[in-house]
DNA sequence: TTTTCCTTACTTAGTTGTTAGTAAGTAATC
DNA sequence: GATTACTTACTAACAACTAAGTAAGGAAAA
């Protein structure tokens, strides 16, 4: 077929298909977003996009493979720093977050799109949440051999604990932007995080 | 028309169905389950269906509003004790939550199908997240007036916090039981905010 | 430099399957 | 004997996807 043959013209192409469908799967979902509605707005035809990928799922493996890769560079980095330094890092990612609304979303409708076992990208979301759970417990742990977190919090559940309220606060504001502010309510979770991890002995 | 009409036979019939499409909303989603679906499981036909409610959206709307009732009730039972017994609840909340799955992931889906404004439960999501983060507040209030939770806690952000925190802890259970104990996890960040709230004195 | 020719990037037209929803008639029930 | 609770038969719209043909681009040959 064509997928495999690198042209420039047509990786630009590509390209822009995945950013238009990441725009529309963000906003109705994989299920709720026809291959019509992407191509209209792409300016080509249905079978103009099924060239360029195999089917719609194709075109989804697509879509998160490109968004993933932004999202997990910026995840790592910051979690490079380890300890609470990454922590200190959480209001960045905020900002991030809300200037680019769209990834944000994209992942929040998707991931809930795919629970079910089953479901198209099921086993992504579970390796990616595996993943992002290893990297925050290990940065906690880090944290704790430098001896600026308590040694009594458990790496893997305060990890569990991190992601939730990050995704979570998240839900929240892009449900109700005007009732809930993303980096208001972030820097003030890191600010609880920080107190929360920090030895007590003051 | 007949859905105004009471007759207990009819009214039987129709909780029936509320609690088959709840169960398939739950693991599919709203644009994910057809009408045909939940009637075979139902055993009646898809006009059948129709006959009890008026098209697709109204029978969501009637699979939310019952499971709704639950939901808040317990909510509102928990945050009337007020304070941090509120929060010494939350492992209870766990629990009924690990027993009764489905309540869990229909809500879990279908807030993620109605981020977007316009969708057909946007307005009933974001009514709700404003009265659960009144609910928590207003209990976390009462906490201070009692002297049991810190003054400088901002009663409205803390509640966002522990919405998300809640919400996010249960998701990545549904998405990957074998990982994540949500028992455990919220037991664990029961005790975590009950160190955060609690006046720094020992 | 122009012609040849293959590959890439599509289009038009159509298929098949499924969707929510309707019209009209019928069986059961009170 | 009317109201309630359906059924069968259908429709119109739309879903993803296929088949087959074509236009444009670029590289190589004449």
Redesign the interface.
């Known amino acids: 077929m064509a997928q495999n043959r690198v042209s420039a013209r047509g990786a630009r192409r590509r390209e822009e298909i995945v950013a238009v469908a990441a725009e529309l799967f963000a906003?109705?979902?994989f299920?709720?977003t026809g291959m019509t509605e992407i191509a209209e707005l792409v300016g080509i035809t249905e079978p103009g996009l099924l060239y360029h990928f195999r089917n719609k799922e194709g075109l989804l493996r697509a879509v998160i493979e490109w968004r993933d890769h932004r999202s997990q560079e910026f995840a790592r980095d910051v979690a490079s720093l380890g300890g609470l330094s990454t922590i200190r890092e959480m209001p960045a990612f905020a900002h991030r977050n809300q200037e680019e609304p769209g990834l944000t979303?994209l992942f929040?409708?998707l991931?809930?799109?795919?629970?079910?076992s089953g479901a198209p990208a099921?086993d992504f979301?579970?390796r990616r949440?595996?993943e992002m759970?290893d990297l925050v417990a290990g940065s906690i742990l880090v944290g704790q051999e430098r001896g600026e977190i308590r040694p009594e919090v458990?790496p893997r559940?305060k990890a569990?604990?991190i992601?939730?309220?990050?995704?979570?606060?998240s839900?929240?504001w892009?449900?109700?932007p005007a009732?809930?502010d993303l980096v208001?309510?972030i820097e003030?979770?890191a600010r609880?995080l920080e107190?929360?991890l920090a030895r007590a002995e003051d």
């Open positions: 906003r109705g979902g299920r709720g979303r929040a409708v991931l809930a799109e795919n629970l079910d099921h979301f579970v949440y595996r759970r458990d559940l569990v604990e992601l939730a309220t990050l995704d979570g606060i839900t929240q892009l449900l109700d009732s809930v208001e309510s003030t979770y609880t107190r929360d």
